[in-house]
């Protein structure tokens, strides 16, 4: 195993792993997502456009927060 691929630690005795298989650990090195101007310009309107029961319905589709969605209106409101 080379140095610079992150394993877990134990994976040689791993009962699932086949011999010379190097199992990685998909949590070591996260990816920040980013959204282009126009989904956040979209996504923000429609949240503010929807009925007070329907919002969590927009944030769990697009799999958003709602400090995002505050976040991106605050910035569109300040140009």
Known sequence: MSSNSP????????PLA???EVVVDAAARPVRRSF?????ARVAAEYEAAPRGNK???LRR???Y????REWA???DAV
């Open 56 to 58: 969590a319905a927009v």
């Open 36 to 40: 282009m101007a126009a989904y956040r």
């Open 74 to 76: 605050r910035g569109r």
């Open 18 to 20: 086949s011999p010379g």
């Open 62 to 64: 697009e799999g958003l």
């Open 7 to 14: 394993a877990l630690p134990g994976a040689e005795n791993d």
């Open 66 to 69: 709602q400090s995002q969605i």
